[in-house]
């Protein structure tokens, strides 16, 4: 498939089910590893993948995680949230996982991860869609990103602005560049 053409494939998130962990635990390296060298060592990459970047699984039970397939794989996912966390797999939780209020608290996006083949082809941007529709309609009005330096132009995209820029502590004396990002919506 020629670039014009796999540019015009309308994606259609689908919500994640448990049964596709092992596919995203596989997918999210890839990803990492393939299009975030422009800004990070493989030695951060490395630390990161777990404790920073990683498969929520919390997010797949609340029904706020999508993934995107292609020829029955998945090449892309990405999620929003109701809870605390603002990044982390299920042993890196940033923080307690409480729920949100709509009314006063900010949604959180999640975890987005393309795979290298696919990337720049319209599946981040289908899933942001998808994310920022149903934000809405849960009632947030307020949506929080900590975005890697890799993911902020897709976010910039959206109109999210860079809030601050701070680092993530990582085992190895290492840290990851990232940066906190916000918008409203609805
Ligand atoms: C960030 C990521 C999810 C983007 O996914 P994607 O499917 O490639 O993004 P899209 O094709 O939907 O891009 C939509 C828009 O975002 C912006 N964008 C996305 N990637 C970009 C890049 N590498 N450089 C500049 N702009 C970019 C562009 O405005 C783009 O629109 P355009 O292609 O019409 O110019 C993907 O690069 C990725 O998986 N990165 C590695 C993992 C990661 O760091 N995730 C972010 C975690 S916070």
């Known amino acids: 498939m020629n670039d014009s053409v796999s540019t015009l494939i309308n994606w259609a998130p689908r919500l994640a089910a448990e049964a596709d962990i092992g596919e995203l635990e596989a997918l999210i390296p890839l990803s990492a590893r393939g299009l975030q060298t422009a800004h990070y060592s493989p030695e951060q990459i490395n630390a990161a993948l777990g404790p920073v970047f990683g498969v929520d699984r919390r997010l797949i039970r609340d029904g706020t995680y999508f993934v995107v397939e292609q020829e029955g794989r998945i090449v892309g996912c990405g999620g929003w ?10 042993q890196g939780a940033a923080e307690p996982n409480d729920a949100l209020d709509p009314a006063r608290d900010t949604a959180r996006i999640r975890a987005f991860f393309v795979h290298p083949k696919w990337a720049r082809r319209g599946i981040g941007r289908a ?19 900590v975005a890697t330096l890799s993911g902020e132009p897709l976010y910039a995209s959206f109109g999210y602005v860079v809030v601050e820029r701070f680092e993530i502590r990582l085992t190895g004396g290492l840290s990851l560049p990232a940066v906190r990002m916000g918008k409203e919506v609805g």
């Open 127 to 145: 899933i942001m869609r998808e994310c920022e529709a149903a934000i809405a309609k849960s009632g947030f009005s307020k949506v929080e990103i």
């Open 81 to 90: 949230s109701r809870r605390q966390s603002l990044y982390g797999g299920d």
